[in-house]
């Protein structure tokens, strides 16, 4: 099994899920990987293990290295079971090394997913532990995204372990940023951070400032490739990204039940088209949430449609909704468009919810009755139009 360095001493062991397409509810098309760290020094660490069904992959690739018996001390980045599912399995195969987790929260977390009993470190911030040549320190993140969050940081070889924190979904057989197409790996990094983080956005910055004295060369992460051609690119990205930095794209994501609703969508693509504004439009019955979401990321306008369905929003766009809603997206203007058939609804439910989270609505709703004409369908352009000279 060929093996992978970051540094002299410093192994990737982890594990590569080729088949995963469903991640907690988020659509993973490129599968994705459990990074597992080894550092061998005059102590051995591993950081962090992989989920439950990939340990024998992880423990084959330490055994090409050492003896797992060897293994001083186990540190616990996160608790979600994707990077310790395997610990309890570690444990017995590491018999005297010691378990690294945050004080309280990851204490805590571990005992209750895995009624560990053995002896744990507890850390905060400021604590290091003693390798050897290596010292490691540990830096809480707490709520990035789990309360447990913490990085590592290896000063001697500048490497991050930074746990969930710039990663992505993506199965490769290559390990670096230098060896994968630079557009795929931001477009994973942008969706991961788009349904993962966007809702913790306002502690990326003084986490990136608490990093920013570091000296970093390699940011490894536990999903997806490892930063070390251009690790600033990333940091830089989501301190974009958390500021809630848009560009002049518009949204348009609507579900149909007869066309009507779709009619409408179709024509106030051309009205934003023909003002020149970057367009992607999404039906929810062809398009997963979770990739819309990385569009959401930068657009400045969600321009949301629905029929009327039981006097209500149609129920594929009131999920999309109510994902939306617990991403906390900042800085967007919106509107709503749908048809209906007798009574309507759907759009002053989908305003409501626009409004809750705190969408500047720049448009009144559009909404016609049964199947839009020709002269409806002209009000639609105008409608997309009048959007898009607004975000100018
Ligand atoms: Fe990749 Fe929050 O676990």
């Known amino acids: 099994m060929r093996r992978t360095q970051l540094a002299e001493g410093v192994y990737w062991v982890g594990a590569i899920d080729w088949d995963i397409r469903n991640f907690h509810g988020y659509t993973t098309n490129r599968g994705t990987t459990y990074n597992a760290f080894l550092i061998v020094d005059e102590k051995i660490a591993l950081i962090d293990t992989v989920k439950h069904q990939f340990f024998p992959e992880m423990l084959r690739r330490i055994k090409e290295i050492i003896n797992p018996e060897d293994i001083d001390y186990i540190v616990s980045n996160h608790v979600e079971m994707d990077h310790s599912g395997s610990l309890p399995m570690m444990l017995q195969a590491a018999p005297k090394a010691e378990l690294i987790t945050t004080e309280k929260r990851g204490e805590a977390g571990l005992k209750k997913h895995f009624n560990i009993d053995r002896k744990m470190i507890p850390v905060k911030e400021g604590s290091t532990l003693d390798l050897g040549k290596r010292q490691l320190a540990f830096v809480p993140i707490p709520m990035l995204h789990w309360p447990d969050s913490m990085v590592t940081y290896c000063p001697q070889d500048e490497i991050l372990f930074s746990s969930d924190a710039f990663g992505q979904h993506l199965a490769t057989s290559e390990r670096f940023d230098d060896e994968v197409d630079p557009a ?144 906390k997206p900042k800085n967007k203007i919106g509107a709503t468009f749908g048809s209906y058939g007798w009574g309507g609804g759907a759009t002053k439910a989908v305003r409501q919810e626009m409004d809750e989270m705190g969408i500047e609505m720049i448009a009144d709703d559009l909404t016609f009755k049964w199947v839009p004409e020709e002269a409806e369908l002209a009000q639609c352009v105008e409608f997309g139009g009048n959007i898009a000279k607004k975000m100018k």
Not at 245 to 267: C, E, N, P, Q, R
Not at 285 to 294: F, G, L, Q, R, Y
Request: glycine content about 8%; aromatic content about 8%.
């Open 184 to 327: 795929v790996i931001m477009q994973e990094a942008s969706k991961y951070y788009a349904n993962i983080l966007m809702l913790f956005g306002h502690l990326i910055p003084p986490a990136v400032s608490k990093l920013g004295g570091l000296s970093i060369k390699t940011i490894a992460p536990d999903h997806g490739i490892i930063w070390r051609s251009d690790p600033g690119k990333i940091i830089s990205a989501y301190t974009d990204w958390a500021a809630g930095k848009t560009i002049d794209k518009a949204l348009v994501v609507y579900d149909s039940m007869w066309h009507s609703t779709a009619k409408m969508a179709s024509a106030i693509v051309d009205g934003l088209l023909e003002e020149g504004i970057e367009v992607k439009s999404y039906n929810l019955t062809s398009t997963d949430k979770s990739d819309i979401m990385t569009d959401v990321l930068d657009a400045k306008a969600l321009i949301i449609g629905s029929p009327t369905l039981n006097n209500g929003m149609f129920p594929s766009v009131a999920e999309f909704l109510c994902y939306l809603k617990g991403l």
